[in-house]
C-alpha cells in the first residue's frame, strides 16, 4: 500500500470556489478510483488560494484480478454419450482461446453449460493513474471556468504546476500544457522558486517551513489567535462571523494579524452600516465592547509578513475612512429625504418588466397582507396599509443603492430615526426574513403578515407569467421564498388555506399582461410548493413515507399537514401501526375501483367478522371526526390504529370476491368506507412496510 499526493498548482481561486472544489474533487476521485478496480483508504483534502491538494492513503500498488466467465452450448450439446466434445464445444474453446481440457461446467438457470474462466491480473496502479487523474482534473465542477492561451481546457484559474507523487515515485502527465512532477510552488512573496517534494508525507512540513500553511485546520488556528490577541489588547470582542472567518482562510496562505483604527466621529453612523461595510466590503472583524457597542477598532489578516506592518495597516485604515466617509454622507443625504417621500416615488422602480413597478407590487402585497390578517385575526388595518407603502421604499435610499445588502435593514432605522411605530419599522427589516436555509424567522405578527404577503406575491406573480425556475436557475430565488413561506407557517402554527391565498394573490395581479388561466397558475404553484415542503420535511430527516402522504394536504393547509407528520412520527405503537398498514394496503387494493355510490346493508352480512368491521366502523366513525376537525391527530390516529385487529381478523375469515354480486358489492362498500375514513387522515398507501 501506498500514499498518492496530487497538488494543483493555480492562481489565486476566489474563497467561495474552494470548498464545493474540495467536495467534489474527493467524490470525483474516490468514484474513479473505485471504477479502476483500486483500493484505497481516507481521501485528505486541504486547499489555499493556489493549491487544491489530496492525499490517498494506502492506495493499493495495482488493480485487484478480476474473474469473468464466459458461457458457451448447454453440456448436452457440447459433449456426446461417451464424453467426446462435439463440435460446438471444440468451436467455443477455439473461439476463447483455450483448450477443451480447459473448459468447465457451469449452471445457470438449472441448465449445465460448459464454461471459460478467464482471470485478469490487474494493472500496476502507476500505469493507471495519469489518465485516472488528467480525467478527475478536468471534471472539478466550478461556478465559473476559463481557458486561457491556445488551450481550450477549462479550469477555474490558469494550472500554474502539478506535483504528483506515488510514495516516492513522480507520477508524469500534462494537463494544459503542465506535465507533473515532484515539484511546487511556495508563498508568492516570502518564498522564491520551485520546492522539490520528495515524499507525500513530508509535504506539509515542507510547505510550512516555506510559509504556506496548507492545512486548513492548522491555518484557521493561526487566525483565531490572532484575533484573540487583538480582543486582547483593546480589550474587546470580535463580531464573529462563520462565513467571513471562512473566506478570510482561502483568501490567504500564511494569515497574519493586523489590527486597524477609526475615527470616533464614524460610530454616530449606525452600526449595521459600520459592520456591514468592514465585513462584506474590506473582509474586516469588527469589535464591540462587552455592552455591544462597537469599538473604533477592526481586525485584517495579510497574506504574508509585512515589512512594515504599520504601511500595511495605514493603507487599510485609509480605505475604510474613504468608504466610511461615504457611508456617513448617504446617512445624512437620505435622512433629509424621509421614507415617506420615497414611497411615493416607487412608480419609478420596476420590479420586473412583465410584472410592474415596485409601486403595483406594493398594491398587491396590500391585497394579500389584508386578506391573511383578517384570516389570522390581525384587526389593525391602518397599521398594515402604513407598513406596506413602506417596506420598499429603503430601495430608493443611497445607503441601499450602494450596499444592497442593507435593504430593510435601513428602512427599519430610518423609520425609527423618522419616529414610526416600532412594530412598522421592523415589519420594513423582517418582511425579508428568512434570508437563507437556516436564517432567523420574522418576530412579530405583522412582519410575519406582510413577509408571507410578499413571498406569496412574487411566487404567483412569476408563475402566472409563465416564469419559473429550471433546472439549477432560479434567478429570482422563488424555490428559497416558497421555502420562507413553510417555514414561517410551520414555526408561527398559522392555519392558512393555501389555495385561497394563492386565489388571493391571483385576483390582485390583474395589471399583469399575458398571464396564465388561474388554474395552470394554481395548479403549477401548488405542486411546486408541495415539493419544496417534501424537501425541507426530508431534509429535517422527517420519514420520507409519511411525508408523501401528507403531501395532498399541503394545498389546503401547510402546518396541517405539518401536524398530521409529526402525529404519524410520534406514536407510541408503531409495530401495531406498521401491522395496521398491512391491513390498510389490502383494504387499498382491493377497493380502487368501488364506486362512492356503494351503500352497505348489514342484512348481507354472513360472517361475524363483517359484523364487527362494520360496528366499530359506525362506532368509530363520529369521534373520528370530531378529532379531525379539532385537529387532535393524535387521537383521531389512536383510533385508526384501533381497526388493527377487527381487519386482521375479517381478512382471515371473509372471502370478498365471492360469486354473489350482491353480498360481494356489499363487502367491497364496507371496506370502501373503512379506506375512505383513513384517506381522511393521509395518503397511507405512499407508506412502505418492510
Same mark, same amino acid.
Given at each position: 500500500m501506498g500514499e498518492l499526493l496530487l497538488e494543483i498548482g493555480v492562481e489565486e481561486l476566489p474563497a467561495r470556489f474552494i470548498e464545493p472544489a474540495k467536495e467534489a474533487f474527493a467524490s470525483l476521485l474516490r468514484e474513479r478510483l473505485k471504477a479502476s478496480r483500486l483500493s484505497a483508504g481516507d481521501i485528505i483534502i486541504m486547499?489555499?488560494?493556489?493549491?487544491?491538494?489530496? /492525499?490517498?492513503?494506502?492506495?493499493?500498488?495495482? %488493480?485487484?484480478r478480476t474473474v469473468s466467465v464466459k458461457y458457451g452450448p448447454p453440456k448436452n450439446r457440447a459433449f456426446d454419450d461417451e464424453g467426446a466434445p462435439t463440435k460446438a464445444a471444440l468451436g467455443f474453446a477455439k473461439s476463447q482461446g483455450v483448450t477443451v481440457s480447459e473448459l468447465k461446467i457451469g449452471v445457470k438457470?438449472?441448465?449445465?453449460?460448459?464454461?471459460?474462466?478467464?482471470?485478469?491480473?490487474g494493472k500496476a496502479t502507476k500505469e493507471i493513474l495519469p489518465v485516472l487523474l488528467k480525467d478527475v482534473i478536468s471534471q472539478i465542477p466550478f461556478p465559473k471556468k476559463m481557458r486561457?492561451?491556445?488551450?481550450?481546457?477549462?479550469?477555474?484559474?490558469? +494550472?500554474?504546476?502539478?506535483?504528483?507523487?506515488?510514495?516516492?515515485?513522480? *507520477?508524469r502527465f500534462s494537463v494544459a500544457d503542465v506535465t507533473s512532477g515532484h515539484y511546487t510552488h511556495a508563498h508568492r512573496f516570502l518564498s522564491k522558486g520551485a520546492v522539490k517534494v520528495s515524499t507525500p508525507s513530508e509535504y506539509v512540513e515542507q510547505l510550512r517551513s516555506h510559509h504556506v500553511i496548507v492545512d486548513e485546520q492548522e491555518r484557521m488556528k493561526v487566525i483565531e489567535e490572532g484575533i484573540r490577541q487583538i480582543e486582547n489588547e483593546v480589550h474587546g470582542q470580535s463580531i464573529r462571523d462563520e462565513s467571513l472567518l471562512k473566506e478570510i482562510l482561502y483568501l490567504t496562505?500564511?494569515?497574519?494579524?493586523?489590527?486597524?483604527? /477609526?475615527?470616533?466621529?464614524?460610530?454616530?453612523?449606525?452600526?449595521?452600516?459600520?459592520?456591514?461595510?468592514?465585513? =462584506?466590503? %474590506?473582509?474586516?472583524?469588527?469589535? %464591540?465592547?462587552?455592552?455591544?457597542?462597537?469599538?473604533?477598532h477592526f481586525i485584517c489578516f495579510a497574506n504574508t509578513i509585512p515589512v512594515d506592518a504599520n504601511t500595511v495597516i495605514r493603507g487599510n485604515e485609509k480605505v475604510?475612512?474613504?468608504?466610511?466617509?461615504?457611508?456617513? /454622507?448617504f446617512f445624512e443625504e437620505d435622512r433629509k429625504v424621509g421614507l415617506k417621500n420615497l414611497s411615493e416615488k416607487l412608480s419609478s422602480v420596476t420590479f420586473h418588466v412583465r410584472l410592474g413597478t415596485m409601486e403595483e407590487k406594493t398594491k398587491r402585497i396590500e391585497a394579500i397582507a389584508l386578506y391573511l390578517a383578517k384570516i389570522l385575526g390581525y384587526n389593525n388595518v391602518e397599521k398594515i396599509k402604513k407598513a406596506v407603502r413602506m417596506i420598499k421604499a429603503d430601495l430608493l435610499t443611497h445607503m441601499v443603492r450602494e450596499f444592497p445588502e442593507l435593504q430593510g435593514t435601513m428602512g427599519r432605522i430610518y423609520a425609527l430615526h423618522e419616529g414610526e411605530d416600532e412594530e412598522i419599522a421592523y415589519a420594513i427589516e423582517e418582511h425579508y426574513l428568512p434570508s437563507g436555509s437556516n436564517g432567523l424567522l420574522p418576530e412579530n405578527i405583522l412582519s410575519t403578515i406582510i413577509g408571507i404577503a410578499d413571498k406569496v406575491d412574487s411566487l404567483a406573480s412569476f408563475f402566472s407569467a409563465g416564469i419559473t425556475p429550471t433546472g439549477n436557475l432560479d434567478p429570482f430565488a422563488l424555490r428559497r421564498q416558497a421555502l420562507g413561506i413553510i417555514k414561517m407557517v410551520v414555526e408561527k402554527r398559522l392555519h392558512v388555506s393555501l389555495?385561497?391565498?394563492?386565489?388571493?394573490?391571483? =385576483?390582485?395581479?390583474?395589471?399583469? %399582461?399575458?398571464?396564465? =388561466?388561474?388554474?395552470?397558475?394554481?395548479?403549477?404553484?401548488?405542486?411546486?410548493?408541495?415539493?419544496?415542503?417534501?424537501?425541507?420535511? +426530508?431534509?429535517?430527516?422527517?420519514n420520507q413515507d409519511f411525508v408523501e402522504s401528507v403531501l395532498p394536504f399541503v394545498s389546503e393547509d401547510i402546518y396541517d399537514a405539518y401536524l398530521r407528520l409529526i402525529a404519524l412520527e410520534t406514536q407510541k405503537t408503531m409495530k401495531d401501526f406498521e401491522r395496521l398498514m398491512i391491513g390498510f394496503k389490502r383494504v387499498y387494493n382491493i377497493t380502487k375501483t368501488v364506486s362512492d355510490e356503494l351503500t352497505v346493508n348489514p342484512a348481507l352480512f354472513g360472517e361475524p367478522e363483517e359484523e364487527h368491521l362494520y360496528k366499530l366502523y359506525e362506532s368509530t366513525r363520529a369521534p373520528y371526526s370530531t378529532?379531525?376537525?379539532?385537529?387532535?391527530?393524535?387521537?383521531?390516529?389512536?383510533?385508526?390504529?384501533? /381497526?388493527?385487529?377487527?381487519?386482521?381478523?375479517?381478512?382471515?375469515?371473509?372471502? *370478498?370476491?365471492?360469486?354473489?354480486?350482491?353480498?360481494?358489492?356489499?363487502?367491497?362498500?364496507?371496506?370502501?368506507? *373503512?379506506?375512505?375514513m383513513f384517506l381522511q387522515f393521509g395518503d397511507f398507501s405512499k407508506i412502505r412496510i418492510e
Open positions: 486547499a489555499t488560494p493556489r493549491r487544491l491538494a489530496t /492525499f490517498v492513503k494506502n492506495l493499493s500498488p495495482r %488493480q485487484t438457470d438449472n441448465v449445465e453449460f460448459v464454461t471459460v474462466e478467464k482471470i485478469e491480473e486561457w492561451g491556445s488551450e481550450v481546457f477549462e479550469f477555474a484559474r490558469p +494550472i500554474q504546476w502539478i506535483l504528483c507523487l506515488f510514495g516516492r515515485e513522480p *507520477v496562505e500564511y494569515p497574519y494579524p493586523l489590527k486597524g483604527n /477609526f475615527d470616533d466621529e464614524f460610530l454616530l453612523i449606525p452600526k449595521e452600516v459600520l459592520i456591514n461595510v468592514m465585513k =462584506s466590503h %474590506q473582509r474586516y472583524i469588527p469589535i %464591540q465592547k462587552e455592552t455591544g457597542e462597537l469599538m473604533p475604510l475612512k474613504a468608504r466610511l466617509a461615504d457611508a456617513r /454622507f389555495k385561497d391565498l394563492i386565489g388571493t394573490s391571483y =385576483s390582485s395581479g390583474e395589471s399583469i %399582461q399575458g398571464r396564465l =388561466s388561474f388554474e395552470e397558475t394554481l395548479t403549477a404553484l401548488l405542486d411546486f410548493i408541495a415539493i419544496r415542503f417534501k424537501f425541507l420535511m +426530508i431534509e429535517e430527516r422527517h378529532f379531525m376537525k379539532r385537529k387532535d391527530y393524535d387521537e383521531a390516529l389512536s383510533l385508526l390504529v384501533g /381497526f388493527k385487529e377487527t381487519i386482521d381478523n375479517y381478512f382471515d375469515k371473509v372471502f *370478498v370476491m365471492v360469486k354473489d354480486d350482491a353480498i360481494r358489492m356489499n363487502r367491497l362498500a364496507l371496506l370502501k368506507k *373503512v379506506k375512505d
